[in-house]
C-alpha cells in the first residue's frame, strides 16, 4: 500500500463566493496504524451545499472548518488495514474521512454498509446524509396528510428528489422548484413530480400559482430568498415549512423576505432543523430508503467528479446549480 495521502485543505475563507483558490492539494505521509484504528482507502467523496457555511467564521450550527485542514465531508470506501476488532480488511464503510484518498479512524461515526443491493456511492446521497434530511423534514417537521400540496425547492438536488418522491408515496400533490427546464422536466418524468417550475424562466410568481391551485400545505425550503417568498405567499392555514438550507445566502449577501406576515396570517408553523441533531431516527430511515431504492422505487441521478483534484472546481460548481442530483467525487 502507497505511504502517500493526497489530501484537499481549506488554506483560506471566501470573501463572497467561494472558489478553488480557498483550497490546496498536497501529500501527507501516511501514519502507522495505532491499535484500535484502521484505514480507508475512500472511493467516492460527497460534496453538500452546508460545507459551504462551514467555511466561513460566521456564527453557525457547527464549528467552523479550521484552516489548512482536511476539509471536512462525507467519503464510501474499503477497509485496507486495520488494528480495530470490530472493522476487517475489505468491509465497505461510510463515514466523515474528508477530502483525502484515505481515512484513518478509531471506529467512530463509522457505519459498515452492503452495496450488493445498494450501490456504494449512494450511502453519500439517498441512503446517506442528503436522503436522511429529506426524510426528517418531511415526516417530523410536515407531517404530510394524503391530499396535500407539498412544495420543495431544488427539487432535483439531492435532498429535494427525495423529498418529492415521498410526498408522492404518502399520497399528496409534490411540486419542484428548480433551475433549468431539463432538471424539471427530470422531476415531472422521471421522478414522478406533478408539476415543477423553472425559476429562471422569470415567471415564479405565476408558475407556482398555476402548479398549486389549491395553495400548498407544505414547504421544503432548501434554497430561500425570492424562492421561499414566492412560495410562503402560497401557503395555506396551518401550512408547515421545513428550513433546511438557505444556498442563496452563503455567499453572505443579504436575502430580504418580504412575506413573513404569512407566518402570522396563516398561522405557519416554520422550523429549521439539522439532521444530526437527530440521530434517533437514522436506522429507520435509512432502512426505508434503502429498502425503496433497492426496489426501484426511489430514483436518483448523481454528477460525478472524477480524481480528488477536481473536487475544489465540482464544489464551486455546485454552488452553482451546475450539478444535476447529488454531486459526489470518485477517487477509484
Known amino acids: 500500500m502507497t505511504a502517500i495521502n493526497r489530501q484537499i485543505l481549506l488554506v483560506s475563507r471566501p470573501q463572497g463566493a467561494a472558489s478553488v483558490d480557498n483550497f490546496r492539494l498536497v501529500e501527507t505521509p501516511l501514519a502507522p496504524l495505532a491499535d484500535g484504528q ?13 460545507m459551504r457555511g462551514r467555511m466561513s467564521d460566521s456564527k453557525s450550527y457547527a464549528k467552523p472548518q479550521p484552516l489548512d485542514e482536511v476539509m471536512i465531508g462525507g467519503a464510501v470506501g474499503e477497509v485496507v488495514e486495520s488494528k480495530h476488532r470490530s472493522f476487517a ?12 484518498e484515505y481515512g484513518t479512524s478509531d471506529g467512530y461515526g463509522v457505519t459498515k454498509i452492503d452495496d450488493a443491493r445498494v450501490p456504494l456511492s449512494a450511502y453519500l446521497g439517498v441512503v446517506g446524509m442528503p436522503g436522511v ?17 407539498i412544495v420543495v425547492s431544488a427539487a432535483s438536488g439531492a435532498v429535494g428528489s427525495v423529498v418529492g418522491q415521498l410526498a408522492k408515496l404518502a399520497g399528496c400533490r409534490a411540486v419542484g422548484i428548480a433551475g433549468g427546464p431539463e432538471k424539471c422536466r427530470y422531476a415531472v418524468e422521471t421522478l414522478g ?3 415543477c417550475v423553472d425559476y429562471k424562466a422569470g415567471r415564479l410568481h405565476e408558475d407556482l400559482d398555476s402548479a398549486t391551485p389549491n395553495g ?44 413573513v406576515g404569512v407566518i402570522l396570517t396563516q398561522r405557519l408553523v416554520l422550523q429549521g432543523f439539522v439532521v444530526y441533531e437527530h ?15 433497492a426496489q426501484q422505487k426511489l430514483h436518483y441521478r448523481e454528477t460525478v467528479a472524477l480524481g480528488l483534484d477536481a473536487a475544489p472546481q465540482a464544489f464551486v460548481g455546485m454552488l452553482n446549480g451546475q450539478n444535476f442530483g447529488k454531486q459526489i467525487v470518485k477517487l477509484i
Open 216 to 259: 400548498v400545505d407544505g414547504c421544503f425550503e432548501n434554497v430561500g430568498g425570492a424562492v421561499f417568498d414566492t412560495t410562503l405567499a402560497r401557503m395555506n392555514a396551518h401550512g408547515r415549512v421545513a428550513v433546511c438550507g438557505m444556498i442563496s445566502r452563503y455567499d453572505a449577501k443579504p436575502v430580504p423576505l418580504t412575506q
Open 89 to 100: 480488511v475489505g468491509d465497505k464503510v461510510v463515514g466523515v474521512f474528508g477530502w483525502q
Open 279 to 293: 440521530l434517533d431516527i437514522w436506522p429507520d430511515a435509512l432502512k426505508q430508503l434503502g429498502e425503496l431504492v
Open 193 to 195: 413530480f406533478d408539476a
Open 38 to 50: 484502521f484505514r480507508v482507502r475512500n472511493h467516492y467523496l460527497s460534496l453538500d451545499p452546508y
Open 133 to 149: 434530511t429529506a426524510w426528517y423534514g418531511l415526516n417530523r417537521i410536515i407531517a404530510p396528510q394524503a391530499g396535500e400540496t
